[in-house]
């Protein structure tokens, strides 16, 4: 099956840091990357979509200065969480749907995600 | 907007028995239904999906069922091993203008007692 990466794997950063993910999709193209963040036993949240050379769409209460994401190409994305704090410390997970969409596009593969801790 | 609940929260059945984790899912528009396994520090996933012009699903000891006209779905697991202890999440697939997304369900922990 298709194969999505994710680096990296863990960070701990200082407080007032920013901390760039990437998302990569290894052997399909891939429009659309989601990203998502998961806290310790509760469910994926889903904070943004991406497209590749477009605006990401953020949901509600996610804050676009904070959470800067670009699609660069069909094969990357990445998210950076600006002046992290500790309350930002979370599991974040991105997936990617393989083309095209719709129909047999609508399976998402999901990173190993990345567990950022924030001191 | 869009919301999705899961029941039961938590599971517990003994191997050989049968689980079952029931979903509604609220925006009528919703199309497709992936389920996930989610392991302990892990990503999720996919174990089985639907789409709206199903009714029902099955592979192997895994089936799900969906009703369109109660917006209710869920999935069964047969004859469960303690492999298949893990969270489940079920999830819609909400089509919207140019683009669509996945709303997750809260998760269902499932234990597996040898």
């Known amino acids: 099956g298709a194969v999505v990466s994710q680096h990296p794997s863990r960070v701990i950063c200082k407080s007032g840091t920013s901390v760039k993910i990437e998302c990569r999709s290894l052997d399909f193209q891939a429009t659309t990357m989601f990203w998502y963040r998961q806290f310790p036993k509760q469910s994926l949240m889903l904070m943004a979509t991406?497209?590749?050379?477009?605006?990401?769409?953020?949901e509600q209460g996610v804050e676009k200065d904070k959470f800067l994401i670009n699609h660069a190409s069909l094969t990357l994305s990445t998210l950076t969480v600006t002046s992290a704090h500790p309350e930002d410390s979370s599991f974040y997970i991105c997936?990617?749907?393989?083309?095209?969409?719709?129909?047999?596009?609508?399976?998402?593969?999901f990173g190993p995600g990345t567990r950022l801790t924030v001191l | 907007g869009e919301n999705v609940e899961q029941h039961p929260s938590t599971l517990s059945v003994q191997e050989g028995d049968s689980a079952v984790i029931k979903c509604t899912y609220s925006d009528s528009a919703s199309n497709y239904f992936p389920w996930y396994k989610q392991e302990l520090g892990k990503r999720p996933q996919l174990i089985i999906d639907?789409?709206?012009?199903?009714g029902e699903k099955k592979d192997q000891r895994i089936a799900v069922t969906l009703n369109k006209t109660a917006k209710h779905f869920s999935l069964h697991i047969t004859e469960t091993q303690p492999e298949d202890s893990a969270v489940y999440f079920c999830a819609a697939r909400r089509r919207k203008t140019s683009y669509d997304k996945v709303i997750f369900g809260p998760g269902t922990s499932l234990s597996v007692i040898p």
């Open positions: 997936s990617a749907r393989e083309m095209p969409s719709g129909g047999a596009g609508d399976t998402q593969y």
């Open positions: 639907i789409r709206s012009n199903v």
């Open positions: 991406s497209n590749e050379g477009s605006k990401a769409t953020y």
